[in-house]
Protein backbone atom coordinates (compact mmCIF):
# COMPACT_ATOMS: atom_id res chain seq x y z
CA UNK A 1 0.00 0.00 0.00
CA UNK A 2 0.97 3.41 -0.89
CA UNK A 3 1.40 5.52 2.61
CA UNK A 4 0.26 9.45 2.73
CA UNK A 5 2.95 11.40 4.05
CA UNK A 6 1.24 14.49 4.53
CA UNK A 7 1.99 16.21 7.66
CA UNK A 8 -1.67 17.17 9.59
CA UNK A 9 -0.56 18.64 12.80
CA UNK A 10 -4.49 19.01 13.96
CA UNK A 11 -5.01 16.37 15.96
CA UNK A 12 -2.81 17.40 18.47
CA UNK A 13 -4.68 18.92 21.84
CA UNK A 14 -0.91 19.80 23.24
CA UNK A 15 1.95 20.48 20.87
CA UNK A 16 5.49 21.74 21.57
CA UNK A 17 6.09 25.84 20.87
CA UNK A 18 9.62 25.97 20.14
CA UNK A 19 9.03 29.99 20.11
CA UNK A 20 7.39 30.23 23.78
CA UNK A 21 9.18 33.10 25.87
CA UNK A 22 11.39 31.42 28.70
CA UNK A 23 11.97 28.35 27.06
CA UNK A 24 15.55 29.24 25.16
CA UNK A 25 17.63 31.97 24.93
CA UNK A 26 20.51 32.85 22.29
CA UNK A 27 23.79 32.49 23.02
CA UNK A 28 26.56 34.00 21.27
CA UNK A 29 29.74 31.71 20.30
CA UNK A 30 32.79 30.75 18.34
CA UNK A 31 31.90 28.03 15.04
CA UNK A 32 34.81 25.97 13.72
CA UNK A 33 36.19 27.77 11.91
CA UNK A 34 36.55 30.57 14.41
CA UNK A 35 33.77 32.82 12.89
CA UNK A 36 31.55 34.00 15.73
CA UNK A 37 28.05 32.30 15.63
CA UNK A 38 24.60 32.65 17.96
CA UNK A 39 22.40 29.92 18.73
CA UNK A 40 19.38 29.25 20.79
CA UNK A 41 20.30 27.07 24.17
CA UNK A 42 17.54 25.25 25.70
CA UNK A 43 16.61 27.01 29.49
CA UNK A 44 16.89 24.75 32.77
CA UNK A 45 15.36 25.46 35.81
CA UNK A 46 14.52 23.47 39.15
CA UNK A 47 11.24 22.94 40.34
CA UNK A 48 10.79 21.67 43.68
CA UNK A 49 7.30 19.72 44.01
CA UNK A 50 5.67 19.30 47.66
CA UNK A 51 2.68 16.77 47.96
CA UNK A 52 0.79 18.84 50.81
CA UNK A 53 3.37 19.61 53.54
CA UNK A 54 6.40 17.11 52.28
CA UNK A 55 8.85 18.19 50.19
CA UNK A 56 9.29 15.22 47.70
CA UNK A 57 11.83 16.16 44.78
CA UNK A 58 13.34 18.81 43.29
CA UNK A 59 14.08 18.42 39.42
CA UNK A 60 15.50 19.94 36.78
CA UNK A 61 13.07 21.09 33.67
CA UNK A 62 12.45 23.57 31.09
CA UNK A 63 9.96 24.89 33.07
CA UNK A 64 6.49 24.44 30.85
CA UNK A 65 3.65 22.74 32.63
CA UNK A 66 4.90 22.30 35.99
CA UNK A 67 1.40 21.20 36.97
CA UNK A 68 1.52 18.09 34.74
CA UNK A 69 4.25 17.49 35.56
CA UNK A 70 4.09 17.42 39.94
CA UNK A 71 0.97 15.59 38.74
CA UNK A 72 2.72 12.80 36.84
CA UNK A 73 5.74 12.49 38.77
CA UNK A 74 3.97 11.70 41.93
CA UNK A 75 1.41 9.66 40.15
CA UNK A 76 4.05 7.10 38.20
CA UNK A 77 5.54 7.26 41.74
CA UNK A 78 2.88 5.37 43.47
CA UNK A 79 2.21 8.83 45.53
CA UNK A 80 -0.96 9.14 44.10
CA UNK A 81 -3.61 6.94 43.94
CA UNK A 82 -5.91 6.79 40.91
CA UNK A 83 -8.68 7.07 42.66
CA UNK A 84 -7.18 9.85 44.85
CA UNK A 85 -9.07 13.37 45.28
CA UNK A 86 -6.61 16.20 44.10
CA UNK A 87 -7.98 19.12 45.86
CA UNK A 88 -5.73 21.85 44.41
CA UNK A 89 -2.25 22.46 42.28
CA UNK A 90 -0.65 26.11 43.23
CA UNK A 91 2.56 26.69 41.42
CA UNK A 92 4.71 29.61 42.32
CA UNK A 93 6.65 30.64 39.61
CA UNK A 94 9.28 32.94 41.92
CA UNK A 95 9.79 30.07 44.43
CA UNK A 96 10.21 27.77 41.49
CA UNK A 97 7.79 25.25 43.91
CA UNK A 98 4.57 22.83 43.19
CA UNK A 99 2.59 22.16 45.84
CA UNK A 100 0.02 19.26 44.85
CA UNK A 101 -2.71 19.36 47.83
CA UNK A 102 -5.15 16.51 48.21
CA UNK A 103 -7.50 14.58 50.94
CA UNK A 104 -5.07 11.92 52.27
CA UNK A 105 -2.21 11.67 54.60
CA UNK A 106 1.38 12.10 53.25
CA UNK A 107 4.03 9.52 55.00
CA UNK A 108 6.35 9.29 52.18
CA UNK A 109 9.82 9.30 54.51
CA UNK A 110 10.56 5.54 54.06
CA UNK A 111 9.77 5.72 50.52
CA UNK A 112 12.26 8.54 49.96
CA UNK A 113 14.91 6.99 51.95
CA UNK A 114 14.77 4.38 48.97
CA UNK A 115 15.19 6.01 45.72
CA UNK A 116 17.59 5.02 42.73
CA UNK A 117 19.45 6.95 40.79
CA UNK A 118 19.01 5.50 37.25
CA UNK A 119 20.09 6.19 33.89
CA UNK A 120 17.50 8.83 33.08
CA UNK A 121 18.85 12.60 31.87
CA UNK A 122 19.39 15.16 34.11
CA UNK A 123 19.53 12.75 37.22
CA UNK A 124 15.96 10.74 36.83
CA UNK A 125 14.84 9.06 40.32
CA UNK A 126 12.79 6.10 40.33
CA UNK A 127 11.59 4.63 44.05
CA UNK A 128 12.94 1.30 45.05
CA UNK A 129 9.40 -0.44 45.34
CA UNK A 130 7.91 0.79 41.70
CA UNK A 131 9.38 -2.90 40.48
CA UNK A 132 7.04 -4.02 43.15
CA UNK A 133 3.94 -2.04 41.40
CA UNK A 134 4.64 -4.22 37.90
CA UNK A 135 3.27 -7.09 39.79
CA UNK A 136 -0.18 -5.84 39.84
CA UNK A 137 0.17 -4.69 35.95
CA UNK A 138 -2.18 -5.86 33.33
CA UNK A 139 -2.03 -4.34 29.90
CA UNK A 140 -4.55 -4.17 27.76
CA UNK A 141 -3.94 -6.78 24.28
CA UNK A 142 -3.88 -3.73 21.81
CA UNK A 143 -2.87 -4.64 18.08
CA UNK A 144 -1.15 -2.06 16.25
CA UNK A 145 -1.14 -1.95 12.81
CA UNK A 146 2.19 -0.88 11.19
CA UNK A 147 1.09 1.85 8.88
CA UNK A 148 -0.34 3.81 12.22
CA UNK A 149 3.15 3.60 13.44
CA UNK A 150 5.09 4.92 10.05
CA UNK A 151 2.41 7.76 9.86
CA UNK A 152 3.18 9.06 13.45
CA UNK A 153 6.60 8.71 12.89
CA UNK A 154 6.31 11.10 10.12
CA UNK A 155 4.00 13.30 11.94
CA UNK A 156 5.54 13.66 15.05
CA UNK A 157 9.44 13.95 13.48
CA UNK A 158 8.00 16.97 11.01
CA UNK A 159 6.28 18.69 14.16
CA UNK A 160 8.22 22.06 14.68
CA UNK A 161 9.32 21.21 18.38
CA UNK A 162 11.99 22.78 20.43
CA UNK A 163 14.36 19.21 19.20
CA UNK A 164 14.89 20.56 16.14
CA UNK A 165 15.04 24.48 17.37
CA UNK A 166 17.99 24.10 19.75
CA UNK A 167 18.66 20.62 20.44
CA UNK A 168 19.38 19.15 23.91
CA UNK A 169 16.49 18.00 25.00
CA UNK A 170 13.99 14.79 24.56
CA UNK A 171 10.05 14.38 23.80
CA UNK A 172 7.45 12.05 24.70
CA UNK A 173 4.47 11.97 22.65
CA UNK A 174 0.87 10.43 23.83
CA UNK A 175 -0.94 8.78 20.83
CA UNK A 176 -4.07 6.80 19.51
CA UNK A 177 -3.93 4.90 16.23
CA UNK A 178 -2.22 7.41 13.74
CA UNK A 179 -2.51 10.51 15.29
CA UNK A 180 -0.28 12.40 17.63
CA UNK A 181 -2.14 14.02 20.86
CA UNK A 182 -0.31 15.14 23.29
CA UNK A 183 3.40 15.89 22.39
CA UNK A 184 5.47 17.10 25.89
CA UNK A 185 9.26 17.76 26.15
CA UNK A 186 11.68 18.71 28.84
CA UNK A 187 15.96 18.16 29.62
CA UNK A 188 14.85 14.37 30.60
CA UNK A 189 12.72 11.57 28.99
CA UNK A 190 11.97 11.51 32.47
CA UNK A 191 10.18 14.82 32.91
CA UNK A 192 8.38 14.65 29.40
CA UNK A 193 6.68 11.48 30.13
CA UNK A 194 5.19 12.54 33.51
CA UNK A 195 4.18 15.17 31.97
CA UNK A 196 1.71 13.36 29.87
CA UNK A 197 1.39 11.21 32.75
CA UNK A 198 -0.04 14.30 34.80
CA UNK A 199 -2.21 15.33 31.78
CA UNK A 200 -4.30 12.55 31.61
CA UNK A 201 -4.25 12.42 35.55
CA UNK A 202 -5.89 15.46 35.49
CA UNK A 203 -8.28 15.20 32.53
CA UNK A 204 -9.55 11.39 33.34
CA UNK A 205 -7.80 10.13 29.97
CA UNK A 206 -8.30 6.44 29.21
CA UNK A 207 -4.66 4.63 28.70
CA UNK A 208 -5.87 1.48 26.88
CA UNK A 209 -5.82 2.41 23.43
CA UNK A 210 -3.01 4.76 23.65
CA UNK A 211 0.81 4.49 22.08
CA UNK A 212 3.60 5.82 23.75
CA UNK A 213 6.18 7.80 21.70
CA UNK A 214 9.64 9.12 22.81
CA UNK A 215 12.51 10.28 21.19
CA UNK A 216 14.76 8.72 24.15
CA UNK A 217 16.28 5.54 25.05
CA UNK A 218 14.02 2.66 25.83
CA UNK A 219 15.20 2.01 29.56
CA UNK A 220 14.33 0.37 31.92
CA UNK A 221 12.58 3.98 33.63
CA UNK A 222 10.77 4.39 30.40
CA UNK A 223 9.61 0.83 30.59
CA UNK A 224 8.49 0.94 34.07
CA UNK A 225 6.06 4.06 33.81
CA UNK A 226 4.56 3.41 30.83
CA UNK A 227 3.62 0.09 31.99
CA UNK A 228 2.44 1.76 35.30
CA UNK A 229 0.40 4.41 33.62
CA UNK A 230 -1.35 0.95 32.11
CA UNK A 231 -0.10 2.69 28.08
CA UNK A 232 0.05 -0.98 25.87
CA UNK A 233 2.49 0.35 23.59
CA UNK A 234 5.96 2.09 23.94
CA UNK A 235 7.95 3.14 20.57
CA UNK A 236 11.33 5.01 19.73
CA UNK A 237 13.12 6.37 17.28
CA UNK A 238 16.18 5.37 19.70
CA UNK A 239 17.44 1.65 21.35
CA UNK A 240 16.79 -0.52 24.05
CA UNK A 241 18.52 -1.76 27.10
CA UNK A 242 18.45 -5.15 27.74
CA UNK A 243 16.28 -4.52 31.30
CA UNK A 244 13.95 -2.52 29.23
CA UNK A 245 13.80 -5.28 27.12
CA UNK A 246 13.28 -8.03 29.88
CA UNK A 247 10.66 -6.21 31.90
CA UNK A 248 8.73 -5.19 28.95
CA UNK A 249 8.44 -9.01 28.12
CA UNK A 250 7.50 -9.62 31.79
CA UNK A 251 4.87 -7.38 32.03
CA UNK A 252 3.16 -7.72 28.07
CA UNK A 253 4.30 -4.05 26.56
CA UNK A 254 4.62 -3.84 23.55
CA UNK A 255 8.11 -2.56 22.31
CA UNK A 256 9.43 -0.86 19.64
CA UNK A 257 12.67 1.02 18.93
CA UNK A 258 14.89 2.01 16.31
CA UNK A 259 11.97 3.31 14.21
CA UNK A 260 13.54 5.65 11.01
CA UNK A 261 12.06 5.46 7.94
CA UNK A 262 11.46 2.44 6.23
CA UNK A 263 12.87 0.50 9.40
CA UNK A 264 12.07 -0.62 12.95
CA UNK A 265 12.75 -3.34 15.86
CA UNK A 266 10.14 -4.61 17.97
CA UNK A 267 11.54 -6.81 20.89
CA UNK A 268 8.27 -7.21 22.79
CA UNK A 269 4.98 -7.66 21.82
CA UNK A 270 5.59 -9.10 18.48
CA UNK A 271 2.87 -10.99 17.93
CA UNK A 272 0.60 -8.15 18.11
CA UNK A 273 1.60 -6.17 15.25
CA UNK A 274 -0.82 -5.92 12.34
CA UNK A 275 1.87 -5.43 9.36
CA UNK A 276 -0.57 -4.02 6.99
CA UNK A 277 1.98 -1.90 5.43
CA UNK A 278 4.73 -2.46 2.69
CA UNK A 279 8.41 -0.83 4.16
CA UNK A 280 9.48 0.04 0.72
CA UNK A 281 6.54 2.34 0.36
CA UNK A 282 7.85 4.12 3.46
CA UNK A 283 9.48 7.32 2.41
CA UNK A 284 13.31 7.07 4.30
CA UNK A 285 14.68 9.54 7.02
CA UNK A 286 14.44 13.40 5.26
CA UNK A 287 17.42 15.14 6.37
CA UNK A 288 15.40 18.90 6.26
CA UNK A 289 13.50 17.44 9.21
CA UNK A 290 16.57 16.69 11.03
CA UNK A 291 17.82 19.36 13.80
CA UNK A 292 19.18 22.89 12.58
CA UNK A 293 22.94 22.16 12.66
CA UNK A 294 23.03 18.43 13.29
CA UNK A 295 25.56 16.26 11.98
CA UNK A 296 24.66 14.60 8.68
Known amino acids: MQLDTTVDLSSY ?22 QPTEISVVEERPLTIFLNGQEIVTAMTIGDYPEYLALGFLRNQGMLRPDETVHRVDYDE ?9 DGQTTYEEKLKKK ?9 TVFGDMMEGLEQVTLPDLQVKTSDLYALAS ?7 LYLEAGAIHGTVLCKDHLPLVYMED ?11 GWMFSDGVSPDDKVLYTTGRLTSEMVIKTALMG ?3 LASRSGFTAWGVEIARQVGL ?3 GRMRGQRFVCLSGEDRLLRDAD ?3 VPDDDKKHRRKGAPT
Do not use: F, M
Open 13 to 34: IIAPDPQAPRLTRSVEGVDQNG
Open 94 to 102: DLETVVVRT
Open 116 to 124: TRTSGCAVG
Open 155 to 161: TINRTPS
Open 187 to 197: VGRHNAVDKIA
Open 231 to 233: IPV
Open 254 to 256: TLI
Open 279 to 281: PSA
